[in-house]
């Protein structure tokens, strides 16, 4: 089945040691998101990529990154951990076909600063 | 103007009972108005979706009622179930450049006793 997966489900990382998400899909979608998703909170999006354009939020820290290799892989580096930032990263996908708007979301990875 | 605002914040309801959660925007640019189930620990699924050229679209038990004029939306879930326990978000959406980037409201937590 054609879907969104992400690697590892659970994190656990030390303060300010840094960490890479990862999210692959199979739908061969050109646009790509990360979220963040606190406790009882909506996603709140980090930045996105349509194809290999690199578009990141007005309100996103530094301390993200992102990489797109190709077209099925997108990564998400933390380079220095807070504990602000424990919370499930969640990736999605859209087509980026005109007038298609529908994202498709992996299960997301729950990360955890020590 | 960008954002979207959702109630209620949390609702209990009775097994077979009717469940409905509102939205409103301001943003009248907004052309496409996803809903999202989440259940714990997992990412986002969209349940339904409508364009504003429409007023009302029914897949199975949920049905979104869409009200322009008003710049309201509201999903309906009819006879409600146990198993329909999830967190719901509503969602809007306008396709500059084909990004879709979807603009969340805060999320309901639905609870539907057995």
């Known amino acids: 089945d054609a879907m969104v997966i992400q690697n590892p489900r659970y994190q656990v990382t030390q303060f300010g040691k840094p960490v890479t998400l990862s999210c692959s899909q199979t739908?061969?979608?050109?646009?790509m998101y990360w979220y963040q998703q606190k406790s009882s909170q909506a996603p709140k999006l980090l930045f996105h990529?349509?194809?290999?354009?690199?578009?990141n939020e007005a309100d996103t820290p530094d301390n993200f990154q992102s990489r797109r290799p190709n077209t099925s892989f997108c990564f998400l580096d933390i380079r220095s951990p807070g504990l602000g930032d424990a919370a499930m990263y969640l990736c999605?996908?859209?087509?980026?076909?005109?007038?298609?708007?529908?994202?498709?979301f992996g299960p997301g990875t729950r990360l955890t600063v020590l | 103007q960008q954002q979207v605002k959702q109630s209620p914040q949390s609702l209990i309801v009775q097994k077979g009972g009717i469940s409905i959660i509102n939205c409103a925007y301001e943003n009248t640019a907004f052309d496409y108005f996803p809903w999202y189930q989440q259940f714990p620990g997992k990412g986002p699924a969209l349940l339904i979706a409508i364009r504003p050229d429409v007023s009302e679209k029914k897949e199975g038990r949920f049905t979104i009622s869409f009200n322009k004029s008003a710049k309201q939306f509201s999903l309906h879930i009819m006879d409600s179930q146990p198993g329909d326990s999830a967190t719901y978000f509503c969602?809007?959406?306008?396709?500059?450049?084909?990004?879709?980037?979807?603009?969340f409201g805060q999320g309901t937590t639905l609870q539907v006793k057995p």
């Open positions: 739908l061969n979608h050109n646009v």
């Open positions: 969602a809007a959406s306008m396709n500059p450049g084909n990004t879709g980037k979807l603009i």
């Open positions: 990529y349509y194809d290999k354009d690199f578009n």
């Open positions: 999605a996908t859209s087509s980026g076909l005109a007038g298609v708007h529908t994202q498709y």
